[in-house]
């Protein structure tokens, strides 16, 4: 297993070009001054990825390069489940102030802002009492005990 340092020595050692770049085409008798550029200008660019692929070559094929991989695929699924719970812990959070606000709001307004009275003894002229599911009697109490009562809103149906 090579080090960094090792692929690092091996990068440096890979030829450079030289410094004052030298258009190979300059002067060529069948081509004009700018066609003599151009060429020049596409062969520096073809030496220029040479060498790159070169140095990619070098540094992909490392072993250093593959541990380095495995071991940024492993964070990198950590940090998704960080980020999955870090998302649910705010969604969480949010929710709770929203039901919290709501629950505040209906505790300030109290039922009276809704306008029904609430107390079972508010039943119409004609002996019913609207608020309650069976209408036509009095609410009743179950038989095992349970004195639920279901009520609902007659503006709603």
């Known amino acids: 297993m090579a080090t960094i340092q090792e692929v690092l020595d091996q990068v440096a050692a890979l030829p450079t070009a030289p410094k004052p770049y030298v258009n190979p085409y300059a002067g060529h008798r069948a081509l004009a001054?700018?066609?003599?550029?151009?060429?020049?200008?596409?062969?520096?660019l073809a030496d220029t990825i040479r060498r790159v692929a070169a140095l990619s070559t070098i540094l992909s094929s490392s072993a250093a390069h593959a541990d380095l991989l495995?071991?940024?695929r492993v964070l990198e699924r950590k940090m998704g489940l960080v980020l999955t719970l870090y998302k649910a812990s705010v969604w969480a959070t949010v929710q709770e102030q929203a039901e919290m606000a709501e629950a505040e709001a209906m505790a300030a307004a109290g039922a009276d802002a809704y306008g029904l009275d609430m107390?079972?003894?508010?039943?119409?002229?004609?002996?019913?009492?609207?608020?309650?599911?069976?209408?036509?009697?009095?609410?009743?109490?179950?038989?095992?005990?349970?004195?639920?009562?279901?009520?609902?809103q007659p503006e709603y149906y």
């Open 70 to 72: 495995t071991q940024m």
């Open 119 to 152: 107390h079972p003894d508010a039943y119409n002229g004609d002996g019913a009492n609207p608020y309650y599911y069976n209408a036509g009697a009095a609410p009743e109490e179950s038989a095992d005990g349970d004195d639920t009562v279901v009520m609902r």
């Open 33 to 44: 001054e700018h066609e003599q550029e151009l060429l020049g200008e596409y062969a520096r």
